[in-house]
């Protein structure tokens, strides 16, 4: 079974920066995509970030050119820098990971972030 737990969600002032971790139970070369989504009280989840086993990001409008997602096989993890941070952006984010070959994807936990002065 695969285990994802994101990590370093936290209180940060608008303008400031967070990078968010997601560690993977398994080999991430496994995955065909991995993904950060967010979901904020009263709001639906939307997707923040994607990368593709080939490379590929994307990126909703609304955090483009202020967030960056990128991975380390050898650690097993993807990550999340979240730069010049507003309000809006305060949600809790998921990490999700797809197993090439299967259809599902697989979530982690979520971790806070709250962006306040």
């Known amino acids: 079974q695969v285990q994802l737990v994101e990590s370093g969600g936290g209180l940060v002032q608008p303008g400031g920066s967070l990078r968010l971790s997601c560690a993977a139970s398994i080999r991430i070369f496994r995955f065909n995509r991995m993904a950060w989504y967010r979901q904020a009280p009263g709001k639906e989840r939307e997707l923040v970030a994607a990368?593709?086993?080939?490379?590929?990001?994307s990126y909703a409008n609304s955090v483009k050119g202020r967030f960056t997602i990128s991975r380390d096989y050898a650690k097993n993890m993807v990550f999340l820098q979240m730069n010049s941070l507003k309000p809006e952006d305060s949600a809790v984010y998921y990490c999700?990971?797809?197993?090439?070959?299967?259809?599902?994807?697989?979530w982690g936990q979520g971790t806070q972030v709250t962006v306040s002065s």
């Open positions: 999700t990971a797809r197993v090439t070959g299967y259809d599902n994807d697989e």
């Open positions: 990368l593709t086993s080939g490379g590929t990001t």
